[in-house]
Each structure stands twice: as structure tokens, then as C-alpha cells.
């Protein structure tokens, strides 16, 4: 599996979820699982070049970055080399690494450590499961803020330097505060999640895309246990908060339209895409409310039937089924 777009656009805090999680699932004992992910920092090896000769044989050295993480340029080597070297050479832009140098300089514990506790817990549920490697990169925007594959995780740092640094993603502003150091693990693995997330392709409901995303954040939940919600989903604590409280007037609209077998894709997407706010049911239902639906019926499925497992959850296609095993109907709970 590879995946290569803006993850972060697709993903933030209402409570930190430890020891018996909401589901009332006891965290598990990963202790004796032994998993390293030590970063490759690429962009100390990128900046420290002092032609475009030197960037050139960088490129040659790490040609994942040419194939994998900026084949958007379309540009041979040498034209890349040349446009890499005009980037790190801006002094402006040397400034604005020299700010993500002092941000991430404790990249091993605020974003290398969270990984290697989900990837341990991946292992747990899933022991076939391939631990890649990890590269960090500062392109000045050139490349994607996370790429994704089995093997190989990049990270574009330029994405992540938060409100305080000189350069921002170019995104709305609704969604510049999910680009910050703390949403980069539970971003990678949300998409982890979608190699054992098993959809049915005949099912193109809105139900179906809405619990596709609650298995996904359910997935992350369980490799990242101490997360806080905001992280996991993508809302600040106050649309969490909004959405709590609202969630019988959100499943009402839903149902009272008979949205949930919807499949026209214009029509779902204005509740499982993004959006900065649902203004079909109000101005104060957050954009985006149909996945955090969908989390909802995931999370109530495992807290009706606690024996079940996350791997079978995981591979139950059936989104009709889960709703209705769950018992949703828009009740609030502790969440």
C-alpha cells in the first residue's frame, strides 16, 4: 500500500484516553515488544550542500526522494537538483529551517517515540505487521507533507513548524492547527489503519463512508491509547464539545433525510469531506461531523460487545450491521 497526498487534511480535545479506554478496554501490555524507528534527518544532509553538484549526488544517494516524495515536479535530476539548490540557497528559507532545527529538536521523543509505542501496539494486534523506516525532509513545500508505504515513512517538516514559524502550508486556515508536531504520529497511523480497514466495494452509502472513518480513528485509539481525541480526529476540543452536545440533532438530520444510504458523492461529501462547518444542520456543527458519526458508532459498537476484538471490527465490512449492533441513535455517553 502507498499513500502519497496531505494526510493531515483527511485528520484533533475532549479527554486523554489511558488505562481502561471509553470502550472499557484495558490498555494492553506492550512492554515486551521490541520495535526501533531512529529518523534519517535528510534535511541536514540537504542543507549542508554547497552546490548543485553536491545536491545532485544527495539526490543520487537517496533516490526514494526523487521517486516517492517529489515525483509532483516531474523534473530529471539534474533540473531538480538545480531547484533544490535555489530553494536551501534562499536565506529566507535557511531562517525558517533554523526554526524547525530549535522545534524538532526533540524530534525522538516528541515524534519517534509516539511511533514506536503505536508501532508496538500494531504489532500486538497485527504480529505480521512491517515496521518502516522513518526520513525527515524540509523542501520549502516542494514535496507532501507525509509520505506513506510499507517500508518507508517521509515527513515534510516544513508542514509541521506551527503557528509560530515563519512559513505555513499553503491550506485554509480551519486547517492550519492540525499541521503542528503532535498530529504527525496519529496522522501516520490513521492511514496504517486502512491496510486491515476491509471495505466492502459494492457499499458506496454514506453509512459506509461514515463508518470507514470510525474504524480508522478506532484503529488509532487502540495504537495510540493516551492520545487525546482532538489529535486523533482532527477537531479542536470546543467542535468536540459542540458535537457532543448536538449529536441528537446531528443523527436526526441524518436519518430524518434518509442521508445514511445516500451515495451520490456531492451529497455525502458534505458531511465526510472537508469543510469548516456542516451548515446543512448548523453553523455549529463542525465540517467533516459524518466521520466523527462514524467514530461514534465504531467506539458504541465495541462498548455494546466487549468481547469483541479490534481485528475483527476491523475486518467486518458490513456498515449496516455495525450500526446496528452498536445501538446508535445519537445518544451522548462519557465521550
Avoid at 162 to 185: S, T
Avoid at 289 to 305: D, K, N, Q
Wanted: hydrophobic share 40%.
Amino acid at each position: 500500500m502507498m499513500c502519497k497526498e496531505n494526510v493531515i487534511l483527511l485528520l484533533v480535545s475532549m479527554l486523554i484516553l489511558a488505562g481502561c479506554g471509553k470502550n472499557g478496554k484495558k490498555e494492553v501490555d506492550v512492554s515486551g515488544i521490541t520495535v526501533s524507528m531512529p529518523a534519517e534527518r535528510l534535511e541536514a544532509q540537504l542543507f549542508a550542500c554547497g552546490t548543485e553538484a553536491e545536491v545532485l549526488d544527495f539526490l543520487n544517494k537517496y533516490p526514494s526522494l526523487a521517486m516517492l516524495y517529489l515525483p509532483d515536479l516531474s523534473m530529471e535530476k539534474p533540473l531538480l537538483a538545480a531547484k533544490l539548490y535555489q530553494n536551501i540557497s534562499n536565506p529566507a528559507l535557511r531562517d525558517f529551517k533554523s526554526q524547525l532545527d530549535t522545534i524538532f529538536a526533540g524530534f525522538d521523543k516528541s515524534v519517534a517515540l509516539p511511533l514506536e509505542n503505536a508501532f508496538r501496539h500494531l504489532k500486538y494486534y497485527y504480529p505480521e505487521a512491517q515496521v518502516p523506516r522513518i526520513q525527515t525532509m524540509v523542501t520549502g513545500f516542494l514535496g507532501s507533507d507525509l509520505f506513506i508505504s510499507d517500508s518507508l515513512i517521509i515527513i515534510g517538516l516544513d508542514y509541521f513548524g506551527g503557528p509560530g514559524v515563519r512559513f505555513r502550508p499553503d491550506v485554509h486556515n480551519y486547517q492550519l492547527p492540525r499541521y503542528q508536531k503532535e498530529y504527525i504520529a496519529p496522522s501516520i497511523m490513521f492511514f496504517e489503519a486502512q491496510k486491515y480497514n476491509r471495505l466492502n466495494p459494492e457499499d458506496r452509502t454514506l453509512l459506509g463512508d461514515m463508518v470507514w472513518y470510525g474504524k480508522n480513528f478506532e484503529f488509532v485509539r487502540h495504537m495510540m491509547p493516551a492520545t487525546p481525541d482532538s489529535l486523533i480526529l482532527g477537531f479542536s476540543q470546543e467542535d468536540l464539545s459542540k458535537a457532543n452536545v448536538s449529536q441528537k440533532e446531528i443523527w436526526a438530520h441524518l436519518t430524518t433525510n434518509k442521508l445514511l444510504y445516500e451515495n451520490l458523492e456531492l451529497k455525502k461529501q458534505k458531511y465526510v469531506g472537508e469543510r469548516p462547518v456542516t451548515f446543512e444542520i448548523g453553523e455549529d456543527v463542525p465540517g467533516g461531523i459524518g466521520r466523527w458519526v462514524g467514530w461514534r458508532i465504531v467506539s458504541r459498537l465495541f462498548t455494546e460487545h466487549p468481547d469483541l476484538t479490534l481485528q475483527e471490527v476491523m475486518a467486518n465490512d458490513n456498515a449496516r450491521a455495525i450500526l446496528t449492533e452498536s445501538g446508535y441513535k445519537g445518544q451522548r455517553d462519557d465521550r
